[in-house]
């Protein structure tokens, strides 16, 4: 091999290695582009999702819901010892909010279920309130009678029974935009303040309404949206 050949071999592996070391830099380059390309995508996608759930949905604890009188379906139970008692309070000193420990169960599948103690006795249960699952409201019992939901403080309490899907607890939103907007009417039509909103838990360690013994933020969240509705009556 003659130096000349030698040298111009040398020059084209040296030339070879340099366009490679080059080739090497703009591919990291480009990754790192496409890196930061994929973040900030990641990123509005985050926002736009949050944004899209967002409208007409507030966060509860901030969803505004006014005290106006809700819409409700009486059907009072015939009088009996096991449900309806038939006896008047003395006076109206707080509302205690209950789940049904029923999943899936309708306002009005709670309802038959009171009136029907009256002919098999199983217990005595009732509530003067039942809030359904799309939000519908049926009244068992009048505001001023004892019903037989939250032990000690029946005698100076009106009840709420609050239908849930699962076995959570966990109210969904047409139920709890119901019961935010019940409590807080019958906080204002009986001169009551929001912590006068107790839960059953709050009478006798019972674990009920789940939800809310379960989750402290949830339950505090509610009585933020029962204290903004007394102060918007509509
Ligand atoms: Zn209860």
């Given at each position: 091999?003659?130096?000349?050949?030698?040298?111009?071999?040398?020059?084209?592996?040296?030339?070879?290695r340099e366009q490679?070391?080059?080739?090497?830099?703009?591919?990291?380059?480009?990754?790192?582009?496409?890196?930061?390309?994929?973040?900030?995508?990641?990123?509005?996608?985050?926002?736009?999702?949050?944004?899209?759930?967002?409208?007409?949905?507030?966060?509860?604890?901030?969803?505004?819901i006014e005290s106006?009188?809700?819409?409700?379906?009486?059907?009072?139970?015939?009088?009996?010892?096991?449900?309806?008692?038939?006896?008047?309070?003395?006076?109206?000193?707080?509302?205690?909010?209950?789940?049904?420990?029923?999943?899936?169960?309708?306002?009005?599948?709670?309802?038959?279920?009171?009136?029907?103690?009256?002919?098999?006795?199983?217990?005595?249960?009732?509530?003067?309130?039942?809030?359904?699952?799309?939000?519908?409201?049926?009244?068992?019992?009048?505001?001023?009678?004892?019903?037989?939901?939250?032990?000690?403080?029946?005698?100076?309490?009106?009840?709420?029974?609050?239908?849930?899907?699962?076995?959570?607890?966990?109210?969904?939103?047409?139920?709890?935009?119901?019961?935010?907007?019940?409590?807080?009417?019958?906080?204002?039509?009986?001169?009551?303040?929001?912590?006068?909103?107790?839960?059953?838990?709050?009478?006798?360690?019972?674990?009920?309404?789940?939800?809310?013994?379960?989750?402290?933020?949830?339950?505090?969240?509610?009585?933020?949206?029962?204290?903004?509705?007394?102060?918007?009556?509509?």
């Amino acid at each position: 091999m003659t130096k000349r050949r030698e040298r111009k071999i040398k020059r084209n592996l040296r030339k070879s290695r340099e366009q490679s070391r080059l080739h090497r830099g703009w591919r990291q380059h480009l990754a790192g582009i496409l890196l930061v390309a994929v973040i900030i995508f990641l990123i509005v996608l985050f926002f736009m999702i949050r944004c899209s759930r967002g409208t007409g949905k507030a966060e509860r604890g901030s969803m505004k819901i006014e005290s106006v009188k809700p819409d409700f379906d009486v059907q009072l139970l015939s009088i009996n010892e096991y449900s309806r008692p038939g006896i008047e309070v003395d006076s109206i000193e707080g509302i205690v909010i209950h789940y049904t420990a029923n999943p899936g169960a309708s306002a009005q599948d709670n309802r038959n279920y009171f009136e029907n103690l009256a002919k098999n006795h199983k217990t005595k249960a009732s509530s003067n309130f039942i809030v359904g699952l799309d939000g519908e409201i049926i009244q068992c019992i009048p505001t001023w009678e004892i019903a037989y939901a939250s032990n000690e403080r029946n005698g100076d309490t009106v009840s709420i029974e609050v239908c849930h899907p699962d076995e959570t607890g966990y109210f969904n939103d047409a139920t709890y935009r119901s019961l935010v907007q019940l409590t807080a009417w019958l906080c204002n039509k009986y001169g009551l303040k929001a912590d006068q909103v107790i839960r059953h838990y709050d009478v006798t360690g019972k674990n009920c309404p789940k939800y809310f013994v379960e989750h402290e933020d949830a339950w505090d969240n509610f009585l933020k949206d029962v204290a903004y509705a007394i102060k918007h009556k509509g």
